[in-house]
């Protein structure tokens, strides 16, 4: 298993915090940003565009997550 990030989608990502517990709070733009407790998570939304991996990171480390840790879940 590597822990090498994989390359997702938006849709892909949404699917996993949504399992995580996180709820839609707003929408500003093409950005869809949520919470869960006084965590917030902001993901940019772009139809059929990979999401580039300093993105995938900077939303791991707003999850509160290490990168393991992420993959572990996203690999459930």
């Given at each position: 298993m590597s822990d090498k990030l994989p390359i997702l989608k938006s849709e892909e990502?949404?699917?996993?915090?949504?399992?995580?517990?996180?709820?839609p709070k707003r929408k500003k733009g093409s950005h869809l940003i949520l919470s869960k407790g006084k965590e917030l998570v902001?993901?940019?939304?772009?139809?059929g565009r990979d999401i580039p991996k300093g993105t995938l990171k900077k939303i791991i480390k707003q999850t509160g997550l290490n990168k393991k840790e992420f993959l572990k879940i996203l690999r459930k």
């Open positions: 990502i949404l699917r996993m915090l949504f399992k995580l517990g996180f709820q902001i993901v940019p939304i772009h139809k």
